[in-house]
C-alpha cells in the first residue's frame, strides 16, 4: 500500500513558475514508477509527465514539453513536477500516481495508487 500527498499548488501569474511535491508513504517508494496528471473543470484527467523507478526515464505530454520538468529522490520519498512558463491552460487539479513497471504511463487506469491532488491556477 502506497499512501501520496501533494503539495504546492497555488495561484501564479502567467509565465510564472511553481514546484509541486508528492511525499509517498511506505519504503517500495523507490521500487514505484511515478507520473503526473491533471484535470481541468469539465474535463477528463489527462496524462503530464512521468518518470521511471530510478529516475533514468522521463516522459512528457507535448502540452508541456520543454516547459516542466518531473524528478524524484528516492531517498526522501518525494516526486516534484518542476512548473515553468505557466500558462492559464495550466490550470487544472494535479494528482501524482504510483504504478509498478513503466509502459504505457500515460493511460491513466494503469496507475495503483493516487493522491487527493492539488489546485494549480494560472491567471492571464
Known amino acids: 500500500q502506497v499512501q501520496l500527498v501533494e503539495s504546492g499548488g497555488g495561484l501564479v501569474q502567467a509565465g510564472g513558475s511553481l514546484r509541486l511535491s508528492c511525499v509517498a508513504s511506505?519504503?517500495?517508494?523507490?521500487?514505484?514508477?511515478m507520473g503526473w496528471f491533471r484535470q481541468a473543470p469539465g474535463k477528463e484527467r489527462e496524462f503530464v509527465a512521468a518518470?521511471?523507478?530510478?529516475?533514468?526515464?522521463?516522459y512528457y505530454a507535448d502540452s508541456v514539453k520543454g516547459r516542466f520538468t518531473i524528478s524524484r529522490d528516492n531517498a526522501k520519498n518525494t516526486v516534484y513536477l518542476q512548473m515553468n512558463s505557466l500558462k492559464p491552460e495550466d490550470t487544472a487539479v494535479y494528482y501524482c500516481a504510483a504504478r509498478s513497471g513503466y509502459t504505457r504511463v500515460v493511460v491513466a487506469r494503469s496507475y495503483d495508487y493516487w493522491g487527493q491532488g492539488t489546485q494549480v491556477t494560472v491567471s492571464s
Open positions: 518518470i521511471s523507478w530510478s529516475g533514468g526515464s522521463t
Open positions: 511506505g519504503r517500495t517508494f523507490s521500487s514505484y514508477a
